[in-house]
């Protein structure tokens, strides 16, 4: 083994019974199986995925809310891809493919390095991705989310690499990365400010073309404009008959 880490964690009473009956009930097609469906999460795959994303989201799209999303999908992979190799230094966990598994693997792979249980890389990408995609796909796809990225994190427990205490783990780390990463950008969004006739900063409104900072919804149309004009015009007219056109009647009489 090499240096030890400051934290040995066992597993709990829990992790080493579903390792077991997984190791029972192990197969060589379905061993087979899920290291096909476990590579759709592999470190790598969501690396390219992610930067796949903000590409779209910055070049394809180009709306402001697009190019938040794509940032914050690269932002949280990028954390995501250094946070469980600082928390595997600090923490050691035998994997359960070495721990319950011992002659006849029944297809079962060998997992990365022996101690690098806690937590599951595989599931902390996960997490981070769906964190991030639930705020921004469209309505009707985000129940999918989580499910999905459940669903690929237990793959890591069908092939004995982790423990479900590590992807339970390694999907919270995760989400809390996503939501490091959503905080950050919120904070470094500065609001649009201009200055006012007194030369003080005030919140900025949609401006007309005649730089009014009433906004255009409360200033109506432009053939609205004209036509209360035209009125007001008309109005102006009869007012200065009647005023003329009074003395003149007396004068006839």
């Given at each position: 083994?090499?240096?030890?880490?400051?934290?040995?964690?066992?597993?709990?009473?829990?992790?080493?019974?579903?390792?077991?009956?997984?190791?029972?009930?192990?197969?060589?097609?379905?061993?087979?199986?899920?290291?096909?469906?476990?590579?759709?999460?592999?470190e790598r795959v969501v690396l390219v995925a992610a930067v796949g994303l903000w590409?779209?989201?910055?070049?394809?799209?180009?709306?402001?809310?697009?190019?938040?999303?794509?940032d914050q999908i690269a932002g949280g992979a990028a954390i995501a891809?250094?946070?469980?190799?600082?928390?595997?230094?600090?923490?050691?966990?035998?994997?359960?493919?070495?721990?319950?598994?011992?002659?006849?693997?029944?297809?079962?792979?060998?997992?990365?390095?022996?101690?690098?249980?806690?937590?599951?890389?595989?599931?902390?990408?996960?997490?981070?991705?769906?964190?991030?995609?639930?705020?921004?796909?469209?309505?009707?796809?985000?129940?999918?989310?989580?499910?999905?990225?459940?669903?690929?994190?237990?793959?890591?427990?069908?092939?004995?690499?982790?423990?479900?205490?590590?992807?339970?783990?390694?999907?919270?780390?995760?989400?809390?990365?996503?939501?490091?990463?959503?905080?950050?950008?919120?904070?470094?969004?500065?609001?649009?400010?201009?200055?006012?006739?007194?030369?003080?900063?005030?919140?900025?409104?949609?401006?007309?073309?005649?730089?009014?900072?009433?906004?255009?919804?409360?200033?109506?149309?432009?053939?609205?404009?004209?036509?209360?004009?035209?009125?007001?015009?008309?109005?102006?007219?009869?007012?200065?008959?009647?005023?003329?056109?009074?003395?003149?009647?007396?004068?006839?009489?």
């Open positions: 083994m090499p240096e030890a880490a400051p934290v040995r964690l066992s597993p709990t009473a829990p992790d080493l019974a579903v390792a077991r009956a997984v190791a029972r009930h192990a197969a060589k097609p379905l061993e087979r199986t899920m290291r096909v469906v476990t590579w759709l999460a592999d590409a779209y989201c910055r070049f394809g799209l180009r709306s402001p809310r697009a190019r938040r999303c794509g891809a250094v946070a469980p190799h600082l928390v595997k230094r600090l923490v050691d966990r035998e994997r359960p493919d070495r721990k319950v598994v011992h002659l006849r693997r029944h297809g079962i792979p060998r997992s990365g390095q022996r101690w690098d249980s806690f937590p599951s890389g595989h599931a902390v990408h996960l997490g981070a991705l769906a964190g991030a995609l639930t705020r921004f796909v469209p309505p009707h796809y985000r129940p999918l989310v989580w499910p999905s990225a459940i669903s690929l994190s237990a793959t890591r427990v069908l092939l004995l690499a982790h423990y479900p205490s590590d992807v339970a783990a390694g999907l919270l780390l995760g989400a809390l990365i996503d939501r490091l990463v959503a905080r950050l950008a919120r904070s470094m969004r500065i609001p649009t400010a201009v200055p006012n006739h007194r030369g003080s900063a005030c919140a900025s409104l949609p401006m007309s073309a005649h730089g009014s900072g009433v906004p255009a919804s409360r200033r109506g149309t432009p053939a609205m404009v004209k036509g209360a004009g035209s009125r007001a015009g008309a109005t102006s007219s009869q007012a200065s008959g009647v005023a003329t056109g009074a003395p003149g009647r007396a004068r006839v009489e």
